[in-house]
């Protein structure tokens, strides 16, 4: 689904979080603060901006491309479906697992590429300082400003280090729930009714909606 000319719902759907008011910087404008911390949000912003450039005349799988490298380098997406799995995680077998971690990472591409795929002059405005949530987490924040005037979008990303750098484990928009919160819901209730092997089917159905049938 997606809403024009800021792709809102689906946003708003990922849950969100509006942080207080602070400078911006026009993505491209590297602040001179910018750091490691907020540089993988960079280069989604950038990825994004992209794919909505090529737009639905490009074939999804063009897109989906476009933003594969920049999801993965932005996200800890093993951290995230883990989480999101909960304690169910444990007791699945490694190849399951395996399947799991296969299916999130298309799914998690194809649902940007579904949702970011029109460009009527939006721009993208990074917070040239991150904010602390913890000892080992910071909120990196952009806003998405529609060209027409109408309110921006505001997703802010929770950033952790890890051995790879730093990498999202969240993301709000908005609002005040999480993507992962409502991942979790979503996602265990799957897994109550039908295990490890309905969560994979689940995910799949999704990425080949999201996609209209190019990603089987």
């Known amino acids: 689904m997606t809403v024009h000319p800021v792709p809102r719902r689906a946003l708003l759907r990922m849950a969100g979080l509006s942080l207080a008011?602070?400078?911006?910087?026009?993505q491209g404008a590297r602040a001179a603060g910018s750091s490691e911390i907020s540089a993988p949000i960079e280069?989604?912003?950038?990825?994004?901006l992209k794919a909505m450039k090529a737009g639905r005349k490009a074939p999804f799988t063009e897109r989906y491309n476009i933003l594969a490298p920049a999801v993965e380098q932005a996200f800890d997406l093993d951290t995230v479906l883990r989480v999101s799995v909960g304690p169910h995680w444990a007791t699945l077998?490694?190849?399951?697992?395996?399947?799991?971690?296969?299916?999130?990472?298309r799914y998690t591409v194809a649902n940007y590429a579904a949702n970011f795929d029109e460009y009527t002059g939006q721009?993208?405005?990074?917070?040239?300082?991150?904010?602390?949530?913890?000892?080992?987490?910071?909120v990196v924040t952009t806003r998405i400003v529609p060209s027409d005037g109408s309110a921006p979008t505001t997703l802010s990303y929770v950033m952790r280090q890890t051995s790879a750098g730093w990498k999202s484990v969240d993301v709000l928009a908005d609002g005040s729930i999480s993507r992962v919160?409502?991942?979790?819901?979503?996602?265990?209730?799957?897994?109550?009714s039908g295990g490890g092997s309905a969560l994979v089917a689940s995910l799949q159905r999704k990425v080949a909606t999201l996609s209209g049938g190019s990603l089987a």
């Open 21 to 26: 008011a602070v400078p911006f910087i026009t």
């Open 43 to 48: 280069h989604l912003n950038a990825a994004l």
């Open 181 to 192: 919160a409502t991942q979790r819901s979503d996602f265990r209730s799957v897994l109550t």
């Open 123 to 138: 721009k993208f405005e990074l917070v040239p300082e991150t904010r602390s949530v913890g000892a080992n987490e910071q």
């Open 93 to 105: 077998p490694p190849d399951q697992q395996a399947q799991l971690q296969a299916a999130f990472r």
